[in-house]
Each structure stands twice: as C-alpha cells, then as structure tokens.
C-alpha cells in the first residue's frame, strides 16, 4: 500500500492534508470493481451516475466491500487511530464534456463544510475506478490548506458545478496556482483531510473519469442534521469499538450468497 511507516503517514497527511498515490486494489480487484460499476451506470443511466449514487452501499455489495476493506481502513486507522465509523460513499463520474454536452466541473470547496459534523472532522478516501489524469479531470487539491480551518462558502458563477448546493470557495482566500493535481492510477487511492480545499476541473479527454469517494470520521463525532444532503447519512462502526455513545449506528449490510 505504502512504502511509508505508520508514523511518517500521519505526518505528511497532517502536513499537507492528503497523501498520494496509494496502491490498493490489484489489476483482478479493479477490473471486477470497474465491471460491476459499468453495471450499475448501465441500470440507472448516465444523469445518475454522475453524482447522484450517494449511500450505496447497503444495496451493493462491491460498494461495501471497497468501503470495508482492510487495506483502506489501515491507512485510515494510521491517522484516526483504531476506532473508525463510516460516514457513507458517493460516486463521481465526470464524463467527457464533448459527450454530454456540459463542461461538468467541482468548484473550490471543504468537504465537512455543510456535513452537519460536530466537531468537522472527517477525511475521504478517493478510489479511483478510471485511470485519472489532468486531461480527464483529475482532483486538485491546495496542500496544507486543512490548517486554515472552515473557510466561508459562496455561490459558484460558473454553469455545471457538480456540487450539491452550487457552493464554492472564493479564491482570494487561497492560491489556486500552488494546487496539486492527484492522479491516479485506477485501483489506487487517495486520503484527503476533511477541510483541504479541493475541487476538479472539466473532462476534455475522450474518456470517463470515475471515482468512489468514501467518508470516514470517529465515534467522538456527533452526526447533526444537515439540510443541505442529498441522503441521510447512515453511519456504520466499522473498525473498533464506540466509547462516547454520542450517536445511533446502524447495523452493517447483509448480501445475499452468489451461486
């Protein structure tokens, strides 16, 4: 996964919020996760796979499996420790702005800013499901920008946003120019801090760039209603124990046995 220590991990993603590239799934694993996404794109249609498969993955078991497996939540246990809830997983597929018609882009934004998290923390692990470069629209993260703490949101004045409430941080309270571009490899990941400021730019490849971002944070975190999701949160304890008692976990998914 990581030819870095524990210790050294912690360090560079408490440095620079996000550490990247890392090795997860093999080519056998990919190719079956890619499989079974192309599957669910082709059920519900390309509208909806683009942003609006939020929550999953207690109705598809490729989901959960990648949400739970231990390669990730290693490296998320290196930096939360052994305690570890999942929040809940959303796909992004950025389709080439030729083909739909719409130059689809992230703005600027902080992803814990409207989670309804008390105290906001949460980081995300982004696993690539497409090779993603900067001509496909590769995430672009602002190291050390998780330091600034929460930063206000506006309205973004560019058409095709894809976030959910249009929000957008105003550049004048970073330097867009110091963004680093996270490309990946598909079956690799990245881990980036809850307050980084990121965003992505439009795909003017000929190729689709697809991703499953899946949010963890830990059981000393309330879960507050926020009126600005798209779907519930629906927390699982999925590493360790809860010790504070602040909040209802539901119970793992249960799937059927294949034949």
Not at 154 to 167: A, E, T, V, W
Not at 175 to 185: F, R
Not at 215 to 233: C, G, H, I, Q
Request: proline residues 6%; hydrophobic residues 35%; negative net charge.
């Amino acid at each position: 996964m990581t030819d870095k220590t524990a210790a050294e991990f912690k360090t560079q993603y408490q440095q620079d919020g996000f550490v990247a590239p890392l090795d997860i799934f093999n080519d056998r694993e990919t190719s079956a996760i890619r499989g079974s996404f192309d599957a669910l794109e082709t059920e519900v249609g390309r509208e909806d796979a683009q942003v609006t498969l939020i929550q999953k993955e207690r109705q598809h078991e490729f989901i959960w499996k990648m949400a739970t497996d231990h390669r990730i939540l290693d490296l998320v246990s290196a930096v939360y420790g052994p305690d570890l809830v999942l929040i809940g997983t959303h796909f992004f597929c950025k389709y080439p702005a030729a083909q739909v018609g719409r130059d689809a882009f992230v703005a600027w934004h902080q992803d814990v800013t409207y989670w309804g998290l008390e105290p906001p923390k949460a980081t995300t692990a982004w696993v690539a499901v497409d090779d993603v470069d900067t001509a496909n629209g590769a995430m672009m993260i602002i190291p050390g920008t998780h330091r600034k703490g929460l930063l206000d949101h506006g309205k973004s004045d560019r058409q095709g946003n894809l976030l959910s409430i249009n929000q957008a941080i105003p550049e004048d309270q970073f330097t867009p120019d110091t963004a680093v571009s996270i490309e990946l490899k598909a079956g690799q990941m990245a881990l980036h801090h809850g307050m980084v400021i990121h965003g992505s730019h439009p795909n003017h490849s000929d190729r689709r760039r697809c991703g499953l971002t899946i949010r963890y944070t830990t059981p000393d975190v309330r879960f507050v209603r926020s009126e600005n999701l798209k779907a519930p949160f629906q927390p699982i304890l999925v590493r360790g124990s809860d010790r504070f008692g602040y909040n209802q976990y539901n119970d793992p998914p249960t799937f059927n046995p294949g034949p």
